[in-house]
T-cell receptor
Framework: DTAVSQTPKYLVTQMGNDKSIKCEQNLGHDTMYWYKQDSKKFLKIMFSYNNKELIINETVPNRFSPKSPDKAHLNLHINSLELGDSAVYFC????????????FGEGSRLTVL | GENVEQHPSTLSVQEGDSAVIKCTYSDSASNYFPWYKQELGKGPQLIIDIRSNVGEKKDQRIAVTLNKTAKHFSLHITETQPEDSAVYFCAASISYGNNRLAFGKGNQVVVIP
């Protein structure tokens, strides 16, 4: 059983399109996150949710909108995709907010053409 | 804000030798320091962590040491094996505002058989 699963694993799309990445965790964790990893492997937090409530919104353009329908799911919707959005997006979860282990998904590689 | 620096950026070692990666941090109030390993095509995975009330922690072939005065911590891998080849990220907790982690930029470790 995959602890943190995200779909799709690969996404290729044109500039200007809207796309979504879904994430689900079956660990019973209260906190979920989205991270962006650029081509230089730098990991940058985008959002964190605790029990469906937005905790961190780290200067991300408002074209990115996270949605947490329940504490086991955190989806990421991106409007009007730009070339610079190409990256690997990782979903993660933790039992407590940043005071313990982060469990990452396998990543969703987004390529904007 | 918290600044976490990792060096070297790339490290090549012969199989069986030891590898050491160092990280420095700037926030003297940081109290949690995890290390994550990211294999190709996968999400980062916690391999070891240390809290500020401990100077050293060991788990089989890996160990982490923390020097709070100098604000640096190191990952030590002994008897390296080809499966240790990966990108390693250090992180430090940020004490102000919402609790979060600041990640270093990652080290590519290559173990040469």
């Amino acid at each position: 059983d995959t602890a943190v699963s995200q779909t799709p694993k690969y996404l290729v799309t044109q500039m200007g399109n809207d796309k979504s990445i879904k994430c689900e965790q079956n660990l019973g964790h209260d906190t979920m996150y989205w991270y962006k990893q650029d081509s230089k492997k730098f990991l940058k937090i985008m959002f964190s949710y605790n029990n469906k409530e937005l905790i961190i919104n780290e200067t991300v353009p408002n074209r990115f909108s996270p949605k947490s329908p329940d504490k086991a799911h955190l989806n990421l919707h991106i409007n009007s995709l730009e070339l610079g959005d190409s990256a690997v997006y990782f979903c993660a979860s933790s039992r407590l907010e940043f005071t313990g282990e982060l469990f990452f998904g396998e990543g969703s590689r987004l390529t904007v053409l | 804000g918290e600044n976490v620096e990792q060096h070297p950026s790339t490290l090549s070692v012969q199989e069986g030798d030891s590898a050491v990666i160092k990280c420095t941090y700037s926030d003297s109030a940081s109290n949690y320091f995890p290390w994550y390993k990211q294999e190709l095509g996968k999400g980062p995975q916690l391999i070891i962590d240390i809290r500020s009330n401990v100077g050293e922690k060991k788990d089989q072939r890996i160990a982490v040491t923390l020097n709070k005065t100098a604000k640096h911590f190191s990952l030590h891998i002994t008897e390296t094996q080809p499966e240790d080849s990966a990108v390693y990220f250090c992180a430090a907790s940020i004490s102000y505002g919402n609790n979060r982690l600041a990640f270093g930029k990652g080290n590519q470790v290559v173990v040469i058989p």
